[in-house]
């Protein structure tokens, strides 16, 4: 009888997804104002733009490759439901990772609702968001024909060493990257903040936007300290 090579996974990366279609018309609700307010605030680039390329070639690409970007809106009450649930959630997520949960507040640091080109070029670079412990996204619009997002291998050294991966479909243990390419409106997402990740170029076929969200765990002495100073002064 040969001998059972034993596997031990350590340190393992994880990204859960849950699907909250419930809160979807809240959140383009609490949505539609921060992006026309966020598109209005291009309008200077975008004459810019027009200035330097020309009036042609300007009526070709327009906006292609922009991103809208909202200001923070964590605190909308339309949202309330949704952004109780994420920071419940997020407690949770932590203590189950290994961490004494209970002795953090947890605190967006970020909250905000991103909106790709209508005309087509919107995308991320590979990227992380330092000096935060979760992130996570929730997708307003999408489909199997706009942007997606990629995680990638967050481990430095294995990065470094990486060999030929097969050419497969599935995903493999070695592999560099993680595709995920069946979002739909409503999916909701949890990821260490560490974790790399990226968003493809879209191709302005359809609407694509996503509230991105990034959580502070900060220690409640710290806070205590903070408040306790605050009431010194």
Known sequence: MKDLLQTDLHFPTPIYFIEKPLWLDKALEASKPLLAKARESKKKDLLEREIILGKDTYEKVKDHGYSYHSENFF??????DMTGYILQTSHNLLDEWGFEA????????????????HNGGGHH???????????????????EKTSYPIFHDPR????????????????LMGGPSVQYKKIKPGTLVFFP???????TVDDGIEPFS????????????????????????
């Open 102 to 117: 209970n002795r953090y507040k947890l605190t967006f640091s970020e909250f905000w609702v991103q909106e790709f080109s």
């Open 75 to 80: 605190n909308n009450p339309l949202l309330k």
């Open 125 to 143: 670079d590979t990227h992380i968001h330092w000096n935060n412990h979760i992130s996570g996204f929730y997708f307003l619009q999408c489909s």
């Open 193 to 199: 903040s560490y974790l790399p990740h990226q968003f």
């Open 156 to 171: 430095q050294g294995s990065m470094m060493t990486k060999l030929q991966p097969k050419q497969t479909n599935e995903i």
């Open 210 to 233: 996503f509230i991105h969200f990034n959580i502070q765990a900060i220690d409640r002495n710290l806070v205590e300290q903070i408040n306790d100073n605050s009431r010194i002064r």
